[in-house]
Each structure stands twice: as structure tokens, then as C-alpha cells.
């Protein structure tokens, strides 16, 4: 006798093998089935290369130079131009030599200027020495820039001869001068040695305004403005100095 089939627990079972499958009740999948296609993985997107991160950096450096450098002539030209307007009133918080009033000049003087002539005359070596001494830094520039303004208006205001008024951006002419020139002595850096060569070729001269004797030239100002840039081109290079240093101690350990 052949085997007999019960209708009744056969749709039993496929009602549970399809629940167990995840398909509703009473529907039994037909035709050949498909998955929906997976999007391809996309590969990571590569990372900037240092040149081009350091080529963007310098870009910055650049425009930031070029505009603070521009905002100080301006400056410059609108406070020449309040003093013209005043009849020159404002000279006279220029540094006066050992006076109390004076010490104000140690602030002023470097923005004041006798005239218009005077100021044109500094524009230029205001504008190539200024930016170039903020394309060594930025803080660094302005760090240089503070410490020649400072060094400068202490020294007239204790040397100055008596009685005089001492004003002018040539202060900061030679201590950016000097700094630039022996910052590439101190750090040792190629780029630095090149740039001070350069400076000195093309405003080497100016050197002889240290020199007293010229009636109307705030020598003293010169004088210390210039040792003011190379106390900033000092300082300012410690941690370059600091890592040769170590260098030379590292090679002579490994010799030894």
C-alpha cells in the first residue's frame, strides 16, 4: 500500500518553514531572486602633500605681510596729514631728550614726521625693509619691529643733545636693516645669509647716517635703531641657535 499524504499537515509545515524564513503566510516566493546591488566602496580621498600645504602657508605669509606693511605707510600719511593740518603741533611729542615730557616720544616719534618731504623720503625703505622683516615671521617681525622701537626711543631720549626733537620711521629703517642683515649670521640659514646680502647691497649705504655731523639727521636715532635690530636679530634667533647647539653636542658625542 503506497504512502498516503495528509493535505492538512503539509500546509502546516510550509506555513512554518515560511515563517521561519521571514515571508508572510500563504505566500511562497516564485522566479529567481535578486539582492539590490551594494554601491562600491569609494577610496579615501588623499591627504595634501607638505608642498602644497607649505605653498599656502607662504601665500598667507604674503598677504598679511603686504597688508600690514601698506596699513603702517598708511598710517604714516594720515598722521603727517593731521600734523600738517595742526601746523605741525604734533612734532612735538617727539622724543625731547631727557626730559619727562620726552619719555611720550619714545611712543610718537617713530610715526611723526618733520614734513612731508622727510616722510617720502622714508617711504620707500619703510615699505621693501618692513615687509621683509615680517616675511621672517609675522610675530617674529613684529617682536623685531617692538624691540627696535623701544631700543631706539630709550637711547635718543638719553643721548639726544638737549633741547632738540627727535622724530621719524628712519629709527625703524635701521633696526630693520640690522636685523635682517644678522638674523642670517645668527640662524646660519642659507635663505636668511642671502636675503641680509641682498639688504645690505641695496641699503648698505644708509649705514653712514650712524655717523654724527650731518645737521637736521637724528644720528643718535640711527644709532640705536641699528642696535636695536641686532639685539632683535639675537633674540630672535635663540631657538635657531639653541637647536644648533644641540647638534654640535649630538656630533660630538657620537665621535667620542
Known sequence: MGPSFDPDRIAA?????QKSAGAP?????????FSAPRPAPTAPAAPPSPQSG??????????????????????LYAV???????HHDLDSAGVRPRTAAGLEGIVFAPVLHANWAHLIGNTLPVIVLGLLTLLTGIGRGLAATAIVWIV???????TGATGSVHVGASVLVFGWLTYLI??????????????GVVVGLLYGSILWGVLPGQPGISWQGHVFGALGGLLAGWVLSSNE?????????????SSG
Open 13 to 17: 509545515l510550509r506555513a512554518e518553514l
Open 25 to 33: 503566510a500563504g505566500s511562497v516566493p516564485s522566479g529567481p531572486q
Open 54 to 75: 607649505r605653498t599656502a602657508a607662504l601665500k598667507v605669509l604674503w598677504q598679511r605681510a603686504i597688508a600690514m606693511t601698506l596699513a603702517f605707510v598708511a598710517l
Open 80 to 86: 603727517e596729514g593731521v600734523d600738517t593740518v595742526t
Open 152 to 158: 631706539a626711543g630709550i637711547g635718543t631720549w638719553l
Open 182 to 195: 644678522s638674523r642670517g649670521l645668527f640662524t646660519r640659514n642659507l635663505w636668511q645669509i642671502l636675503v
Open 241 to 253: 641657535r639653541r637647536h644648533r647647539r644641540g647638534e654640535s653636542a649630538g656630533r660630538l658625542a
